[in-house]
């Protein structure tokens, strides 16, 4: 017997079928934080020890949680679905638009109209706005009941950009449109190859990965065995690396975001104008160009989210790890997370309200 039931019937079914981990994850998320924190205050030298070993730029223990993180989320795509949404004009040139013209322009304003006083902090600020999310973006679009597909596709697009226009932008808005508007300029070198190496290393492996075992484990095992058996295994193991790096950013950022309250929370409001402010622009967009709701919730967080990561290493690498540019890309992290699973939530409530599209549940008579 089959019965239609609204959508917001249809999610209440889901969410009561939730394990432990994600019905409480922004708990879990701010005890990773608090963690973190008290961690690097106890453990002064933690970030010492973690830099003797790195992958590229990063230490060998964040960049396991980075991978971890993602390899899951990859291994859920439909590869042989990518065709279709790579057909999908609307959403990938509306990712593009928002992505490499509206995202970093908004930050730009916001830095200055926030921080016109502080120009160490402003410019950390815009170098996030610079840097487009290619890793966490992937665990708030499965949380929001996104698209696999349409997400793979557009972290894609996002990190070729990225290599191709990231140290092109950062002339554009520390030098050549602050000289245009008689507003103060900031000189920066950015290595592309540098770039380049980061996308390939922590993107390109579970990308790789993850098309490899989708491929061959649908083939091999069928579509059922793969999506009721196999992903129900490894589908925790992206949360559980997503604290464990939480833990670790926090813990090794930790003395400079407690000793500093004052500067933190005035690089906060940027930050967390800019997130909220990006997510809904990027959802009415969507909703405006006739997506649905999976498609638009993608559009919407890969539009919100920055690559912190490659935010505080071009940071540290150019002004030093102390300086106050390495601690705006630090504060990103600390706004960015709990604003993004608010946002999780805030999407799930957004899709009853503007996609009350039925829902056919299949019941055993």
Known sequence: ???????????????????????????????????GL????????????????????????????????????????????????????????SSLILNWLVGPALMFTLAWVFLPDLPEF????????????IAMVLIWNAL????????????????IF????????????????PGWLGLEQTAIDIDTWDIAKSVLIFLGIPLVLGALTSIIGRKKKGHEWYERKFLPRIGPWALYSLLFTIVLLFAIQGEAITSRPLDVARISVPLFAYFALMWTVAFAWGRAQGLDYPRTAT????????????????????????????????????????VLVGLVYVSLWARRRFFPEPVTLVRRA
Request: include cysteine; glycine fraction near 10%; hydrophobic fraction near 55%.
């Open 144 to 159: 929001a009941c996104g698209s696999t597909e349409a997400g793979a596709v557009l972290v894609v697009l996002n990190s």
């Open 122 to 133: 402003r410019t950390g600020i815009i170098l996030v706005g610079l840097a487009r999310c």
């Open 38 to 93: 008290a961690l690097g205050r106890a453990f002064p030298d933690l970030n010492d020890q973690l830099e003797k070993v790195k992958i590229d730029t990063t230490s060998l223990p964040i960049a396991i949680g980075l991978l971890g993180m993602m390899y899951p989320v990859l291994a859920k795509v439909r590869y042989d679905r990518l065709g279709e949404v790579t057909a999908d004009k609307p959403l990938v040139v």
């Open 1 to 35: 017997m089959q019965k239609t039931a609204t959508a917001s019937q249809f999610e209440a079914s889901v969410l009561r079928q939730l394990s432990t981990l994600d019905r409480f994850l922004p708990v879990w998320i701010g005890l990773a934080m608090v963690a």
């Open 162 to 177: 990225q290599v191709v226009a990231y140290a092109f932008l950062g002339y554009v808005y520390l030098e050549a449109l």
């Open 299 to 338: 559009l919407a967080f890969t539009a919100a989210g920055n690559n912190f990561e490659l935010a505080i290493a071009v940071a540290i690498g150019t002004f030093g790890v102390t300086a106050g540019q390495a601690l705006a890309g630090v504060v990103g992290p600390l706004i960015e997370v709990p």
